[in-house]
Structures are given as structure tokens and as C-alpha cells.
């Protein structure tokens, strides 16, 4: 943004933040009466907000796939008679996926308020040599159930020009942000998947998840090679609030769920509009900053982190009419038809889970083709319980992530370590996510 456009907005009023809390607050009503009624004006508020930035998002490829998706969504259902109310009252729900987004969107201005880069660096570089890898990516994972790519953003601002191969630190946290997402409704991906799988608990998921965590943060660990850090020395002060920075978005969000039975989505999304109010509240504070000002800083960095996820957003939005429409009965018996070469049992869970990243090299986003194939490989054809097939389109969109060129992680990693993407994706994340996806695969053999 120009400095005299960026001058004149900070004369106004916080219009997004306004918004948020408005959207958040119907997203919180539409829980707690599960009703259709506002999950739908949500969804149509959210849809009537991607007009006025089109120009952000048509051009771009998730738009066109979303612009496509939600014509040929259409189209299909006229086609064969379908219901089209039925399946944009079900495409609503992801309505709270879009909450997700804008609320973490949140966090890295309050964060950068604060300050504690150098701190973020200081934390890493205490760890043995041979370990800062390995630290990096368990930071990112922790970190990542909280701030979204937000960590991302955090530890690549921190760590970049810091250490002597930047590229393997990119790798690290790309992977960990990829494993906090089987912890967690960390990104708008799992909260996407948590939406097509209502009654599968956090909890239940979690047990399943954990073990193939721990797996991707041992191998990811034990891959990176040793990296030299050359951070400022930062007071124990600044240590500590970086790493409850870290901690307080995650931990707070626990307690709303335990609290007020929230889902994880929303709890989340909630928790870092709560700790992003503190912490620019904190910052007014501790450096006698305007409020007013510090808050018009964070309304303009929003618009653009929002302006920067439309494309995301509009792709999300379409891929719930795809969801709703490949759960049409004739639309469901149709397609099961065309992917019936799919093995069943767990031959069909390795090819899901190294096919669908494979895929998503050639630039196509993972949601559109969980859209597409969860409907179809189901439980039953899966030979798993709901809860291991919800964890196992959660790995295989996590892999996804790590190995395509077109998604917002990738996109988010190149801009925030400065590392090509050629030399992340699948040249540099591809062993790693095919090791993880035979162990993932092995595991599920053993808790299913």
C-alpha cells in the first residue's frame, strides 16, 4: 500500500476490525443454535465480501478453480435434478472455515507490534547444533496450532539471513506447520476437512494423530542437516513473552473448548482475536504507543492479509457446493462408479495418500480434489473408522501442502525465508512426505 494510502487509513476508522468481531459473532451464534439460518447469512455475507476484491482474486489460480468448481457445481445439479437449496445449506457450513482465516489473519500484526523477532532466533539458537533443525520444526508445529501460517511468517522473519542455509530451515518449518495440522484445526484446510466430518471429535482425531506427529517430527529431525544460527542475544524477558506469545493462542483456545464446548475451529479462531486484543493492548503499554493508532496500523495489515486470502477464500466457499454436491445420491452412485479402479482397504490409503500430493505438484490446491474424492473413499471402502479417514485426508492435505508449488504454505515460505520454491516442494519436501506417508499408512494398519 502507497504511503499516502496508507497515511489517509490510518486518519479512519478499524472497519475489519469491526467486521471481525461481527463475523465472529454470528459464527459463534450459528454454533450454539445449529441452526441453518445463520450459518447461511454468514456464508452469503462472506460471498457478498469477495465482490468488491475481485480484481485480488479472479486472476489468480485458486480463483479460476473456484469460479469453475462453483459453475460446474451448479450446472451438474440442474443437470441431473438435484437439490440446489439442499447443497448450498450444506456448503454453508464451511462458512466457519472462512472465520478461521480472517481471525488468525490477526495475530502476526499484533506480533508485529511486539517486536520479538530477534527473540524467536535467540530461542532456536539455543539448541544443540545438531538439533536447531529439529527445534525449528517442533517451534513451528507448537507454534502453528495457534498462529496458522501465521508461524510460518513469524519464524521466517526471524530466522531469515540468520543462519547459513536458510532453505533447510524453510523445509523445517514448512513440515511442521504440515504436522501442527494433525494436531489441530491449525489452518483453514483442516478446518475444512473437520467441517465434512462433523461427528468426529478433536479428541478421538488427536489419538490417532499423535502418533504420526511424533513420527514426522522425529524423521524430519533427524533429516535436517545441522544449521548455524547467528542470533542477537536477546533478555530473559524477551524470551519468555516470545514463547508465551507462542503457547497463549493454542492454550486458550483449549479452554474455550473445555469452557463453552466450542469446536476446536471456532475456538481457535475466538483465542486469537482474544490474544491479539492483548497483545496490542500490551504493546500500547509497554511502549507508550496511541492505541488508536496501533489499532488503524493492525486494521490496514489485516485488509491485506484478507485481500491476500481471497483467493483462498473463494476456493474454500466452492469447494463446500462441490462437497454438497457429490453427496447427492445419484451424483454419489455416479462417482463411486468412476473411481471404482481405486483399491479398497489399505492399498487404496497409501495410493490416497501418495496420489493426491502427487497430484497437487502439477499446481492444483488439495481442497479440490477432497471435494471431489472424500464422498467417494469412504469409511467403509477404506476399511477405517471415520475418525482414521478424517486423519488420513488431514496427512495427505498436510504432504500436499509441503510438495505443491501452488499452495498458500509454499507461497507463504518463499515470501517470509526468501528461499525459491524449486528448492522446497518436491525437490526438497518430496523423500520426506512419501517416508511419512508409508509410516502414516503403517500406523493406521495398527490403531484402525
Given at each position: 500500500m502507497p504511503a499516502s494510502?496508507?497515511?489517509?487509513?490510518?486518519?479512519?476508522?478499524?472497519?475489519?476490525?469491526?467486521?471481525?468481531?461481527?463475523?465472529?459473532?454470528?459464527?459463534?451464534?450459528?454454533?450454539?443454535?445449529?441452526?441453518?439460518?445463520?450459518?447461511?447469512?454468514?456464508?452469503?455475507?462472506?460471498?457478498?465480501?469477495?465482490?468488491?476484491?475481485?480484481?485480488?482474486?479472479?486472476?489468480?489460480?485458486?480463483?479460476?478453480?473456484?469460479?469453475?468448481?462453483?459453475?460446474?457445481?451448479?450446472?451438474?445439479?440442474?443437470?441431473?435434478?438435484?437439490d440446489l437449496v439442499r447443497i448450498m445449506v450444506a456448503a454453508s457450513r464451511m462458512a466457519v472455515v472462512i472465520v478461521l482465516i480472517l481471525c488468525a489473519a490477526l495475530i502476526r500484526p499484533a506480533l508485529a507490534e511486539l517486536r520479538l523477532d530477534h527473540a524467536v532466533a535467540a530461542i532456536a539458537a539455543r539448541a544443540p547444533k545438531s538439533l536447531r533443525g529439529g527445534a525449528i520444526l517442533l517451534g513451528v508445529t507448537i507454534a502453528g496450532l495457534g498462529l496458522s501460517f501465521g508461524a510460518v511468517s513469524v519464524f521466517g522473519g526471524s530466522l531469515r539471513g540468520r543462519t547459513d542455509d536458510d532453505a533447510t530451515a524453510a523445509r523445517a518449518?514448512?513440515?511442521?506447520?504440515?504436522?501442527?495440522?494433525?494436531?489441530?484445526?491449525?489452518?483453514?484446510?483442516?478446518?475444512?476437512?473437520?467441517?465434512?466430518?462433523?461427528?468426529?471429535?478433536?479428541?478421538?482425531?488427536?489419538?490417532?494423530g499423535l502418533p504420526i506427529a511424533l513420527a514426522g517430527i522425529v524423521i524430519g529431525s533427524i533429516a535436517v542437516r545441522h544449521l548455524t544460527i547467528a542470533a542477537e542475544p536477546a533478555s530473559s524477558g524477551e524470551l519468555a513473552r516470545a514463547v508465551l506469545v507462542i503457547l497463549a493462542v493454542p492454550a486458550v483456545a483449549v479452554c474455550l473448548r473445555l469452557a463453552f464446548s466450542l469446536s476446536m475451529t471456532l475456538a481457535i479462531a475466538t483465542a486469537a482475536v482474544i490474544v491479539a486484543a492483548l497483545l496490542l493492548t500490551c504493546t500500547t503499554?509497554?511502549?507508550?504507543?496511541?492505541?488508536?493508532?496501533?489499532?488503524?496500523?493492525?486494521?490496514?495489515?489485516?485488509?491485506?492479509?484478507?485481500?491476500?486470502?481471497?483467493?483462498?477464500?473463494?476456493?474454500?466457499?466452492?469447494?463446500?457446493?462441490?462437497?454438497?454436491?457429490?453427496?447427492?445420491?445419484?451424483?454419489?452412485?455416479?462417482?463411486?462408479?468412476?473411481?471404482?479402479?481405486?483399491?479398497?482397504?489399505?492399498?487404496?490409503?497409501?495410493?490416497m495418500m501418495i496420489g493426491v500430493p502427487l497430484v497437487t505438484t502439477l499446481g492444483i490446491h488439495p481442497m479440490a480434489l477432497f471435494a471431489i474424492?472424500?464422498?467417494?473413499?469412504?469409511?467403509?471402502?477404506?476399511?477405517?473408522?471415520?475418525?482414521?479417514?478424517?486423519?488420513?485426508?488431514?496427512v495427505a492435505v498436510g504432504l500436499s501442502m509441503i510438495v505443491s508449488p501452488a499452495s498458500i504454505l509454499t507461497i507463504t515460505t518463499v515470501l517470509s525465508f526468501g528461499v525459491p520454491a524449486e528448492r522446497l516442494c518436491l525437490r526438497g519436501n518430496g523423500l520426506y512426505a512419501a517416508s511419512l506417508a508409508i509410516i502414516a499408512t503403517c500406523l493406521f494398519l495398527i490403531v484402525s
Open positions: 494510502a496508507a497515511g489517509s487509513v490510518l486518519q479512519g476508522f478499524p472497519t475489519n476490525l469491526v467486521m471481525l468481531v461481527g463475523v465472529l459473532g454470528v459464527a459463534l451464534l450459528a454454533e450454539s443454535q445449529q441452526s441453518a439460518a445463520p450459518y447461511g447469512v454468514l456464508a452469503a455475507a462472506l460471498a457478498l465480501g469477495l465482490v468488491p476484491t475481485r480484481k485480488n482474486w479472479v486472476s489468480r489460480r485458486n480463483g479460476k478453480v473456484a469460479i469453475l468448481l462453483a459453475i460446474g457445481t451448479i450446472l451438474g445439479t440442474l443437470a441431473v435434478g438435484g518449518a514448512m513440515r511442521g506447520l504440515a504436522l501442527s495440522m494433525i494436531l489441530g484445526p491449525s489452518t483453514a484446510s483442516v478446518a475444512a476437512v473437520m467441517a465434512a466430518y462433523p461427528h468426529v471429535g478433536w479428541g478421538d482425531a488427536l489419538l490417532i503499554r509497554t511502549q507508550r504507543g496511541d492505541l488508536r493508532q496501533v489499532l488503524l496500523r493492525s486494521n490496514v495489515q489485516l485488509g491485506e492479509a484478507w485481500a491476500q486470502a481471497s483467493a483462498e477464500t473463494a476456493l474454500f466457499l466452492a469447494c463446500g457446493l462441490v462437497l454438497g454436491f457429490m453427496r447427492e445420491p445419484v451424483i454419489a452412485e455416479s462417482a463411486r462408479a468412476v473411481f471404482a479402479f481405486v483399491p479398497h482397504g489399505y492399498p487404496g490409503l497409501l495410493v474424492l472424500a464422498p467417494v473413499l469412504t469409511p467403509a471402502i477404506l476399511g477405517m473408522s471415520e475418525p482414521s479417514v478424517f486423519q488420513a485426508w488431514i
